[in-house]
């Protein structure tokens, strides 16, 4: 008996070897050191999850290949510091680097490929499917111009930006008066939620319009819950029935945003000209109303 349940474990722990050997992908010598760490059980990939404020946090370590339970331990055990590396995450590269130097040096090799993360994005984060985050990724070039155009060039974005501060200003002049008018001088807000939601409200009526808004002014709330517990689990590849309650906030914002994509398809005008043109140019593309609306939420998520 004892010898049957010892050959068993000994076929499973070759095949998962022999599967994350074939998935691991090689390094170039351009490319950053990678940091190497075991995770063997789904505990240990729930508990890194849940934890990865603490890993960035000491991202600038790179640190050698060590086998501990806790992932989080081998950063005691780092033999640099301040150098860029990259680290798996659900099997695909990531890229983390320690400076903007560091960014733009290895950019400009081109060397880097990560087509997978963002394909890994596409799908796990934002629920696209293979064909629609492989098209997608395909016109990255075309997207990248746009976005280059419409947010980099002080002329194009001019208008944008001063919708996007005169929203903040009405903000802040509605808390001014409240102030004026409460009996002590003061007001109480949770502070973190003040921000947000201001700065959120701001940027999605600047670039994407109040249509948006309109739609559902509840949108920014489904989207930090999915930010909150649904994008480093599925990030991590957790499956989606795991996560029931922010893959459903999403899901609710992504139909809001197919609702905002017929409207914006009538009259441009009631989105910025930077989202119209990008909509066009994924229009023109071929891009599926799913993976259109998809992307969409990955750039409200932006």
Known sequence: MWQAIATVVTVIVTALSLFIWAKTPSYTSDEPAPISYSIPFLGH????????????N??????????????LKLMHSAISKGQPFSMLVAGRKHYVFSSLADITTIYKTKTLDIKGFVILLYKGCFG?????????????????????????TAKNNAVTASKYFTLLDEVFSTLDKEIKESAT?????DGFEFVTDTQ?????????????????????????AF???????A????????????????ERAILNLKD??????????????????????????????????????GLLFG
Not at 129 to 144: F, G, W, Y
Not at 235 to 250: M, N, S
């Open 45 to 56: 990939a729930l508990g890194f999850v849940n934890r990865h404020r603490e890993l960035m």
């Open 227 to 233: 930010i909150q517990d649904g994008f480093f689990p």
């Open 185 to 189: 001088s003061s007001v109480i807000k």
């Open 200 to 224: 959120g409200t701001a940027t999605v009526g600047a670039y994407f319009g109040q249509t948006l808004l309109d739609i559902n002014p509840k949108i920014l709330l489904d989207l930090g």
């Open 128 to 152: 696209m499917s293979d064909r629609e985050a492989t098209q997608l990724d395909a016109i990255k070039p075309i997207v990248h111009d746009v976005n280059t155009t419409y947010l980099l």
């Open 260 to 297: 905002f994509m017929k409207i914006v398809e009538k009259d441009d005008g009631l989105t910025s000209p930077f989202l119209a043109f990008r909509m066009k140019q994924l229009n023109e593309q071929g891009i599926g109303k799913n993976a259109h609306a998809r992307d969409l939420f």
């Open 235 to 250: 990030l991590a590849g957790v499956p989606e029935f795991l996560i029931p309650k922010p893959v459903a906030a999403r």
């Open 58 to 71: 000491e991202s600038k370590y790179v640190f050698s290949r060590t086998f501990v339970p806790d992932p």
